[in-house]
């Protein structure tokens, strides 16, 4: 329910019930610094009345209250992270009509101090955003300049807003391309709604890159940033105020392993954070995280408890114009139903894919061995020119969404 806002600004952010407990502290630290700005939370579950009993003292967005024409149509060929990511566009705008500066954060952040820097900023700036990292890496390790360059310069788990008529363009253009095209597919340059925003300085010269070191410290910019206490407030590189810490792939079993996305740092080689980790981990627990964390996201189900499997979101996003007259695709009276029975991508049993990083090649080995075994031999056989263009097709069709004809 939105409020009739007393106060000029209002801050976001977006998840499903998994991600409460991560939200809630969000929320709390922000509001800590921020008493004068009113906080929403976008859940793009289904709507629960018991989640709404549980969170009476929060301002609670539904995702399907969002306008958006044929939403249950983007909540199917778009997974959990998709759409919380492609929504957020349209959900700023929405807010942006009522207050004159709206930032968005993700649910895994917590704030250490008041965004000054941010809203100075959007005084005079339409759009404000902060890069991923401010010097470049390149040392064999992960993230580097090669995963920036696929994922996207800046990091749009922070973004900031204003009410003029440049913030209203760019939210616009965003979540145009964001509903069209806001898929996870980095090997043929999509990347959510991360990836758009490197195009956006060269549309929106009002837009306002921030180069402040205390601004969404996070894994992926480590190489760049030491954390240290001074009279009990955390500091980056010793004088630049630590403004909020992006928790990204935090891990609550083993809070001093930086993240299991990144091969630079050891689990333990940052002592300088470890007191931070810890004091996140103890929040995350007193927030209800065991009980939260274990919750199936609803919009991963027809409506008799079938299984959506991730290659039946693509596959559906793929032959999408044959289905104009399926105004529910959740539904198990219907023809999409009917197409995931018939060609087996849809699971009766609750089987959730699991979502892999390059430090879980070696589980595969076996597969990965017999793989390049038949690549060896499609090599002899094709001669290097044409397993060159074979390569290059492969990554084409590497996105079920350009396999079409395959169920045509």
């Given at each position: ?177 964001c509903l069209k095209l806001g898929f996870y597919e980095p090997q043929i340059g999509l990347a959510v709604d ?18 402040d070191l205390g601004l969404n410290v996070a894994f992926w910019n480590l190489h760049e940033r030491i954390l ?181």
């Amino acid at each position: 329910m939105l409020l009739s806002p007393k106060v000029k600004n209002a801050a976001v952010t977006i998840c499903a019930v998994n991600f409460l407990s991560k939200a809630l502290i969000l929320k709390e630290s922000f509001l800590n610094y921020h008493k004068d700005t009113d906080f929403y939370l976008l859940l793009i579950d289904r709507k629960s009345t018991e989640i709404e009993s549980i969170l009476t003292d929060v301002n609670i967005i539904w995702a399907e209250d969002l306008l958006i024409e044929n939403f249950d149509c983007y909540a199917f060929k778009f997974d959990i992270i998709e759409l919380s990511t492609n929504v957020k566009p349209t959900c700023l705008k929405m807010l942006l009509s009522r207050y004159e500066k709206v930032l968005y954060i993700d649910p895994d952040i917590k704030i250490y101090n008041y965004l000054q820097p941010v809203y100075d900023c959007l005084d005079t700036h339409s759009v404000v955003v902060t890069p991923h990292a401010m010097t470049p890496v390149l040392d064999g390790m992960n993230p580097s300049d090669v995963d920036f360059s696929r994922m996207g310069s800046f990091n749009l788990g922070f973004v900031g807003v204003s009410r003029c008529e440049e913030g209203i363009a760019f939210l616009d253009w965003w979540s145009e391309r964001c509903l069209k095209l806001g898929f996870y597919e980095p090997q043929i340059g999509l990347a959510v709604d991360q990836k758009w925003v490197d195009l956006a300085p060269c549309f929106f010269p009002n837009l306002k890159v921030l180069r402040d070191l205390g601004l969404n410290v996070a894994f992926w910019n480590l190489h760049e940033r030491i954390l240290s206490k001074r009279d009990d407030k955390w500091y980056v590189n010793k004088d630049s105020p630590l403004y909020f810490f992006h928790f990204s792939s935090f891990s609550n079993d083993d809070p001093h392993a930086i993240a299991h996305k990144q091969s630079r740092f050891a689990t333990g080689s940052r002592p300088d954070l470890h007191e931070l980790l810890d004091e996140y981990a103890v929040l995350l627990k007193s927030n209800g995280e065991s009980k939260f964390s274990s919750q199936k996201y609803s919009n991963d189900y027809f409506d008799d408890g079938t299984y959506i499997t991730p290659a039946l979101r693509r596959f559906y996003a793929a032959l999408e114009d044959t289905f104009t007259d399926v105004k529910n695709p959740f539904s198990s009276n219907l023809r999409v139903y009917a197409f995931a029975i018939k060609h087996r991508l849809a699971l009766r049993k609750f089987q959730p894919a699991q979502r892999y990083t390059f430090k879980d090649m070696d589980k595969f080995s076996s597969a990965i061995n017999i793989i390049n075994m038949f690549l060896r031999l499609l090599l002899r056989v094709v001669g290097p020119n044409r397993y060159f263009s074979l390569m290059k097709y492969l990554v084409h069709v590497s996105s079920i969404r350009n396999q079409r004809d395959v169920l045509k």
